[in-house]
């Protein structure tokens, strides 16, 4: 990675210290997760500067993420296999997991192994939990809570009493700052996470989906049906007739998700191919043309313009960042 997409504070050495990274580019935060075995595919889809904040702690079979997010990215993800993800808002922003809204008074609880639609829009603050199912079934056992959520098939949302998420909300935010640690923060935060689940305290919410999980639907075919052909004109109604909506359906499932419209999401996911494969070492060879006729574009002037304006600078530049690494 570039010094100029990725800076890494690091660590002082201390054990139960966050580690922070800072991203300005969604292909570069696709490349860390895949480093660390998570699986992602975001797409920046507003024109803008990007920072994308990864705040990350490990403590006993235990670990903690926050992504804090400056600009709309969405895209699909798969949770970690063998772990429940849980996750909850923290400071701000209304996430949303294939259709779940993440929301002040609510987790999300996400089975092992889960394909799922992300959004998180300017301002999310989100952590994520994710603990081996037999820890928390350990944890459930020891305050007789019931075990049923452990059965969750893709995704459920759980409603919170404020009593009990936001003494676990504030210990989140302490562990990933670097304000609490200890030699028990496994058992303390798992018997805190389980009191919050306990079924006198939240309670889950049947297809708590927002209102929109028919658009979600329409959206998420559409973005299938985009990502696929890229390379290849793609006209509104034949995107409609994938989708079985009508124009004025899909441009309000988009403004839902997205607050844009089908074709600017169609080029920003034509701008964020081109940047991956500019970034990506193997394609220095191919000229700059090349590589955005291999994503749609045609007109290389205008080409140019809408790169700069979605990522604040020239698809020369990010080439030279890449050539400047290989030397």
């Known amino acids: ?109 996400i089975a092992p192994g889960t394909d799922m639609d992300i959004a998180m829009d300017a301002g999310t603050d989100v952590a994520t939990i994710a603990i081996p199912i037999d820890t928390l079934g350990k944890y459930f056992t020891a305050i007789g809570n019931d075990d049923s959520l452990l059965e969750t098939q893709d995704i459920a949302s759980l409603q919170v009493h404020n009593g009990h998420i936001e003494p676990l909300r504030r210990l989140t935010r302490d562990l990933l700052s670097g304000r609490s640690v200890g030699n028990a923060l496994d058992s303390t935060f798992a018997s805190r996470l389980a009191q919050a689940m306990v079924p006198e305290h939240a309670r889950t919410v049947v297809g708590d989906r927002y209102r929109g999980l028919s658009r979600h639907r329409i959206v998420e075919r559409a973005r299938e049906y985009i990502h696929e052909h890229l390379a290849e004109p793609i006209l509104i109604p034949e995107l409609c007739s994938c989708c079985g909506a009508s124009l004025r359906t899909l441009e309000r499932a988009f403004k839902s998700d997205f607050g844009t419209t089908p074709n600017r999401y169609i080029l920003a996911a034509r701008l964020n191919a081109v940047r991956h494969d500019l970034l990506n070492a193997d394609n220095v060879s191919f000229p700059i043309a090349k590589v955005a006729m291999w994503n749609g574009f045609t007109h290389m002037g205008r080409f140019a313009k809408e790169y700069k304006k979605q990522f604040g600078l020239l698809p020369s530049a990010d080439r030279e960042l890449v050539q400047k690494k290989k030397h």
């Open 1 to 109: 990675m570039t010094t100029n997409n990725s800076t890494d504070s690091g660590t002082n050495g201390q054990d139960n210290l966050p580690h922070i990274e800072q991203f300005r580019a969604v292909e570069i935060l696709n490349d860390f997760y895949a480093a660390n075995g998570w699986m992602s595919d975001y797409v920046q889809v507003k024109p803008g500067q990007l920072t994308i904040e990864i705040s990350s702690l490990a403590f006993g079979d235990i670990m903690l993420g926050r992504e804090k997010v400056d600009q709309l990215v969405v895209g699909s993800a798969q949770s970690a296999d063998a772990m429940f993800s849980i996750l909850m808002s923290l400071n701000g922003g209304e996430p949303r997991v294939s259709g779940h809204k993440i929301s002040k008074d609510n987790l999300l609880i």
